[in-house]
């Protein structure tokens, strides 16, 4: 897999890659929803937002992830972000995590075109044979998001992480594997063809 950078466009919004100019419209589409006050997400908070920003990139500079902005393609606003990490190159698999959106870009076709494109990546070009999801145990509507797009529990990291605030996480962990790709991509086609046809334009 070769992490040089790269933008991935479709309809709705563009991946592209996350830097220090960003900043300001991260800030903002966490501010949408205050979203750092869910505890179980990671989303920056105005007070960590440069923190949060200076660790992704020093992940990317260590070619341990490769984190994105979601802009939106109607009016060009920021309105999340998400990343590969837990990249493992050897064993040609990934995660994709850190994902979060702007309250007003959630339920709608934006994740899953973002989900579509990012696995189209992975698969087709990195030739990944896993991609993976995590996500945490009190963390249901990520779970039910994550189920969506059609991966499989694999099962549960009993007290996986230390969270800041002292809480041990246990994490639930899913995947799609490059053959169940195909099929895969044709269910998050349909899902994203479904809401075109919803809210056209």
């Known amino acids: ?120 990546h992975a698969f087709e070009v990195f030739e990944c044979n896993a991609v993976e999801f995590r996500t945490d145990w009190l963390n249901r509507r990520s779970q039910a998001a994550i189920e969506r797009l059609g991966a499989k529990r694999d099962g549960v990291l009993r007290s996986h992480i230390i969270l800041p605030d002292g809480r041990v996480r246990d994490t639930v962990i899913y995947s799609i594997l490059r053959h169940e790709w195909p099929g895969v991509k044709i269910n998050l086609q349909f899902m994203l063809n479904r809401a075109r046809e919803v809210c056209p334009g």
Request: hydrophobic share 40%; glycine share 4%.
């Open 1 to 120: 897999m070769h992490l040089a950078e790269f933008t991935l466009k479709g309809q709705h919004l563009s991946l592209e890659p996350l830097e220090q100019q960003h900043l300001s419209g991260i800030q903002a589409a966490a501010a949408d929803g205050e979203l750092w006050k869910l505890f179980f997400t990671s989303v920056p908070s105005p007070e960590n937002s440069q923190d949060w920003l200076n660790l992704a990139l020093t992940m990317k500079e260590q070619q341990k992830a490769l984190p994105f902005i979601v802009r939106d393609n109607r009016n060009g606003e920021i309105v999340g972000s998400t990343r590969y990490c837990n990249i493992e190159h050897s064993h040609k698999r990934l995660e994709i995590g850190y994902t979060w959106y702007a309250s007003h870009a959630q339920r709608t076709a934006i994740n899953t075109e973002a989900k579509l494109l990012l696995m189209t």
